[in-house]
């Protein structure tokens, strides 16, 4: 009984292999080989380690900032989904390999039944039994034109583009908390300068009141500096009001309350980031994890056309059982009670008013919708960096300028600090250069900030972000998830 059932599904196996799913050819990248050149880009440097493989705890510096990291890949949500999705995956990915065995069961029966005497061709009543004990396949489809293996192979490219979706959700989540880090600690940089400055504001305004009084400052003086108390106050309500905000942003990213025991923050002018390398266009291929991702779906939309495909010829399916069969449970097992069935089936397509027709056409129309993906995928990415090499080299410049500028008024407000108090210039002078070193300061932490989150969003682009460590490869698995027969 066993050997035979053993026999058949050798034989299915020997008869199953036979694929007709496309022989998959990766499209073009529809990008330069290199990235854009010109007044607002350094000069190319060859790199020695690909940004995807620096750890995000060698990119970052700031202690706080790697202890929010740590903790918000420990606690977000949209992280643990994503983490959810790989095993939903998998277990689909089971579900449709399992088809490709046959589906072995045992079952075992028993019943027993009176016969009334009047409905008895003896005319007595009379007691019936009967059990069973049967081994079986149910239904099993011979896959000789690979129907089954290319829905099993779509199923696979799947689950890989969940580990790929996965591994984006990391990258992505890294970024945003150290943006949401990086804004908060600006912010709170821009609130204690407002504060200063309010301070300043009002004991202008104080010896300027003072002055009124004894005639030396007129009521125009008086008004003007009362302008821009009143502006710092609304400064600092704003900036009061986006420190809380940052807050509860950087909150819902870690998934959990900010840790109290969060080492000091560095000033935004400290050394917070490491230096990048950009590296080659062609590496974006081989890292980005929404380009993986794509290319995956586009493999399993490549498998689908194959299941389409066999699904014009004949499919053949088995049903069989062997087994044993007794009126009384004491000869169940003994010889001469044996039985078996075999009954296959087979199924060929005549008329199915296009139906086939039109699910393979669905099918080689999705794969050419997978490919414009892929391609988009591509072009973003690179979009995505040349955008942050250009920042680089212009935020370099610009903050530059900009801390020149900061210089300048500072010199601008200590002449006419001096001129205003010996009594040259009048007040007008002054409130304008407090006014011009405020804005420019003000500038100045908002350039450093921009230019801290145009490199984080490049590291994010270029495929970073994924590693703790640069000694640490972390690697998304190509191997289909481990068969479970039971």
């Not at 019943?111 to 239904?139: D, K, N, V, W």
């Not at 920042?391 to 530059?400: D, F, G, I, V």
Request: glycine share 6%; hydrophobic share 40%; with cysteine.
């Amino acid at each position: 009984m066993s050997k035979s059932l053993l026999s058949l599904a050798i034989t299915a196996a020997v008869l199953s292999g036979c694929s007709l799913i496309p022989d998959y050819q990766q499209p073009q990248a529809p990008v330069a080989a290199q990235y854009p050149q010109g007044p607002a880009y350094s000069p190319a440097e060859a790199a020695n380690q690909a940004a995807a493989e620096q750890g995000w705890r060698q990119f970052f510096h700031d202690p706080a900032l790697q202890q929010l990291i740590q903790t918000a890949l420990v606690n977000n949500r949209d992280l643990r989904v994503a983490a959810l999705n790989i095993d939903a995956y998998a277990a689909q990915y089971q579900i449709q390999r399992a088809d490709l065995f046959p589906a072995i069961s045992a079952t075992g029966s028993g019943s027993r039944q009176r016969t009334p005497a009047r409905m008895s061709q003896t005319g007595e009543a009379a007691i019936s039994s009967q059990y069973s004990a049967t081994l079986g396949i149910s239904a099993y489809e011979l896959d000789l034109f690979g129907r089954v293996r290319s829905l099993s192979e779509q199923a696979l490219q799947t689950y890989f583009s969940s580990e790929e979706a996965r591994r984006s959700t990391q990258i992505s989540l890294v970024a945003s908390v150290a943006n949401a880090y990086l804004t908060w600690q600006a912010d709170k940089e821009l609130l204690k300068l407002t504060q200063d400055t309010l301070a300043a504001y009002e004991e202008s305004y104080r010896l300027t009141s003072r002055s009124n009084e004894v005639g030396v400052a007129s009521a125009l003086d008086l008004s003007q500096a009362r302008t821009s108390v009143e502006n710092a106050r609304v400064q600092l309500a704003r900036y009061t009001r986006q420190v809380a905000q940052d807050e509860n942003s950087l909150t819902l990213l870690l998934g959990t309350s900010i840790p109290a025991n969060l080492p000091s923050a560095q000033p935004l002018s400290a050394d917070l980031l490491s230096e990048l390398p950009a590296g080659l266009p062609s590496e974006l291929l081989q890292r980005r994890p929404d380009i993986l991702a794509a290319e995956h779906n586009l493999k399993a939309a490549n498998a689908s056309i194959g299941a389409a495909r066999a699904a014009f010829f004949p499919s053949i399916s088995l049903t069989a059982n062997a087994g044993t069969l007794s009126p009384d449970m004491g000869g169940l097992f003994k010889g001469g009670s044996g039985t078996w069935s075999f009954a296959p089936q087979i199924n060929i397509p005549i008329f199915n008013a296009g139906s086939l027709r039109a699910s393979l056409d669905y099918s080689k129309i999705q794969k050419d919708i997978n490919v414009a993906q892929y391609e988009k995928s591509i072009q973003t990415a690179f979009q995505e960096v040349s955008d942050g090499l250009a920042a680089r080299q212009t935020y370099n410049q610009q903050l530059q300028a900009q801390r020149d500028f900061v210089n300048a008024n500072q010199d601008y407000y200590r002449l006419a600090e001096r001129r205003y108090r010996i009594g040259v210039d009048s007040n007008l002078t002054f409130l304008d250069a407090q006014r011009s070193l405020f804005s420019a300061q003000q500038a100045l932490i908002t350039d450093r900030l921009a230019q801290l989150t145009s490199e984080v969003n490049l590291y994010k682009a270029l495929g970073g972000g994924w590693n703790e460590q640069g000694s640490q490869k972390a690697e998304v698995s190509k191997e289909a998830p481990p068969l479970k027969l039971f």
